[in-house]
């Protein structure tokens, strides 16, 4: 896939969309960990065993994690005085041994987590600044549901070409975020199934191939 210009701004080229927003994996704060420390005996040699994992707080004012107060103030838990505490996590870079760098790791690792991720299963009817949108080309989208509106890159995971009585109808699925499988392949093989079956028993395959679909493309099987 590649970026070609196209853009699609809810109410103008979106006929209908599902938002799915994945809250849970959202953490405002996070503790950092980095590599075991080993265990060293009177004259300094090292024993073979692992104490406690690196931290950060040497270097940090002696807080061994980093937050996000606007995060925090968009997405933490309700504190039960009308405010929002952090939602805190962990992560863990086990050949880190440097105390600078894990906190460097942990505020990058923190910018990703600290966010929603969202994923969009739209019908695109018309694209904006682009002819042409291919499996697995960038598309900007504004939704203009959200205060103030969302604007984010997604991913075409799904192109479908539909044959009806009005013409030819394409249809695209973005997604924001990576998903193991795509439901909406099932139902669509499912639908081409019952009409094959129904043109096979009633010996219009003419007639009944104005419902089908005629040709699917999705990246239900490969990683991105």
Not at 48 to 55: A, D, M, N, V
Not at 91 to 117: I, N, Q, W
């Amino acid at each position: 896939g590649s970026w070609r210009g196209a853009r699609l701004t809810r109410g103008k080229g979106l006929v209908s969309c599902t938002r799915t927003v994945l809250e849970d994996e959202v953490f405002t704060a996070l503790y950092g960990f980095g590599r075991g420390l080993p265990v060293l005996d009177e004259s300094g040699e090292h024993t073979g065993g692992y104490t406690r994992r690196l931290t950060f707080g040497a270097v940090n004012n002696g807080v061994n994690w980093v937050g996000s107060d606007e995060a925090r103030l968009a997405w933490g838990r309700p504190d039960g005085a009308g405010g929002r505490a952090h939602r805190f996590g962990c992560v863990v870079f086990a050949e880190c041994e440097d105390a600078s760098e894990l906190k460097a790791l942990t505020e990058a690792e923190l910018a990703r987590l600290s966010r929603p991720r969202v994923a969009y299963e739209a019908e695109a009817a018309r694209v904006c600044g682009c002819g042409f949108v291919g499996l697995g080309d960038d598309v900007a989208v504004c939704d203009d549901a959200r205060v103030p509106p969302w604007r984010f890159t997604a991913r075409c995971v799904r192109r479908v070409r539909e044959l009806g009585a009005g013409g030819i109808v394409r249809r695209l699925t973005l997604g924001a975020v990576e998903r193991t499988s795509w439901s909406a392949s099932a139902d669509v093989a499912a639908r081409v199934a019952t009409v094959e079956e129904a043109a096979s028993a009633a010996g219009e395959a003419a007639a009944a191939a104005a419902g089908a679909v005629s040709s699917l493309e999705d990246l239900s099987e490969m990683e991105f």
